[in-house]
């Protein structure tokens, strides 16, 4: 069976600061993972996503991740916080084959000034 | 395009009434979901559709129900609403199943009091 943890329900950095939103998973077959933001009153937003290609994907606004089979790890990182970046952000996982996805319940970011 | 567009934004509705929330896609997509966002979860699938006239029950259907006329439609209806369905709901649409992005719309805040 298939699931997704994010490990930190709260993160806190200061703008120009790195940001690391750290995400684990399990599944039973080849999955793909997408790291979605949804900023306040908004929908999810794709940010970034895995499909079995690169270990190492890049999204927008200069975040990337990093799917790491060894540690069932596919932890989210910016080299620089934005203001702007402030938001909530989902880790989900999803099996080939058929209808299954999972999203994890969200790490809240938080940029200080 | 629209992408995903969603209506109302905002409703509350008294214990036992109903209501349908709105989604309407223009990518014309065949696949379309219906999620709940409660506080502090993650997204919780409660129907989705892989084409016109197909729908299928996702993780938390009960007290719901959908129909899919035309592709760029699907309705979610509430026919006696209860406190516990007070939530978030997305509508999302992809190109086709699991390992495609899935496109947001912005949600619609239900209150049940």
């Known amino acids: 069976a298939q699931s997704v943890t994010q490990l930190d329900s709260h993160v806190s950095v200061s703008e120009g600061t790195p940001v690391l939103l750290r995400c684990n998973y399990s599944?039973?077959?080849?999955?793909?993972l997408f790291w979605y933001v949804q900023h306040p009153n908004k929908g999810l937003q794709l940010l970034l996503k895995?499909?079995?290609?690169?270990?190492l994907v890049k999204g927008i606004n200069g975040f990337e991740a990093e799917f790491k089979k060894s540690e069932t790890s596919f932890h989210l990182t910016k080299p620089s916080a934005h203001m702007s970046d402030a938001a909530e952000y989902f880790c989900?996982?999803?099996?080939?084959?058929?209808?299954?996805?999972?999203f994890g319940a969200g790490t809240r970011l938080f940029v200080k000034a | 395009n629209a992408g995903v567009t969603q209506t109302p934004k905002f409703r509350i509705l008294k214990i036992g009434q109903s209501m349908t929330l709105q989604c309407t896609q223009d990518?014309?997509?065949?696949?379309m979901y219906w999620y709940r966002q409660d506080p502090g979860m993650g997204l919780k699938l409660i129907y989705y559709?892989?084409?016109?006239?197909?729908?299928d029950k996702g993780e938390v259907p009960n007290g719901y129900n959908v129909s899919r006329s035309t592709t760029e439609d699907f309705p979610l209806r509430l026919e006696l609403a209860a406190p516990s369905q007070t939530s978030v709901y997305f509508c999302?649409?992809?190109?086709?199943?699991?390992?495609?992005?899935?496109?947001f719309g912005p949600g619609t805040r239900l209150l049940v009091l």
């Open positions: 559709s892989v084409g016109a006239g197909i729908t």
């Open positions: 990518m014309n997509h065949n696949y």
């Open positions: 895995y499909t079995s290609a690169a270990t």
């Open positions: 999302a649409s992809s190109y086709s199943l699991s390992k495609e992005t899935q496109y």
């Open positions: 989900v996982v999803s099996e080939s084959g058929g209808f299954k996805t999972i």
């Open positions: 599944s039973s077959y080849s999955p793909s």
